[in-house]
């Protein structure tokens, strides 16, 4: 059964950075397209970025030029950096895992994927 565990969550000024962590098992990335999701409390859980088997990314325009994806094999770790936080960037983040090769859009990914606990993300 696939597991996810996020971390790296926490609170930051505006314009300073963070890295969040997803740590994989039972599956490995060359499998999964992995991605990372946020939720505001009474809002809908968004896309922020996805990865595919073949490393090509997607990131939502919200955070394009200040959030970049990468993937440690050895570690089977996903990674959000995200720099030039901003107080909207602050809420719930999810990491998510599907069984395919593409993730495609958002909202199938979100549809198909497991999901971790998520960890949290404070900008002020």
């Known amino acids: 059964q696939v597991q996810l565990v996020e971390s790296g969550g926490g609170s930051v000024q505006a314009g300073g950075s963070l890295r969040l962590s997803c740590t994989a098992s039972?599956?490995?990335?060359?499998?999964?397209?992995m991605g990372w999701f946020r939720q505001a409390p009474g809002k809908e859980r968004e896309g922020v970025a996805t990865i595919d088997t073949d490393g090509s990314t997607r990131y939502a325009d919200s955070v394009k030029g200040r959030f970049t994806l990468s993937e440690d094999n050895a570690k089977n770790t996903l990674y959000l950096q995200m720099n030039s936080l901003k107080p909207e960037d602050s809420t719930m983040y999810y990491c998510?895992?599907?069984?395919?090769?593409?993730?495609?859009?958002?909202?199938?990914?979100?549809?198909?994927?497991?999901w971790g606990q998520g960890t949290q993300v404070t900008v002020s």
């Open positions: 998510a895992a599907d069984l395919a090769r593409y993730c495609g859009a958002f909202s199938g990914l979100f549809a198909r994927a497991s």
């Open positions: 039972a599956l490995t990335f060359s499998s999964y397209c």
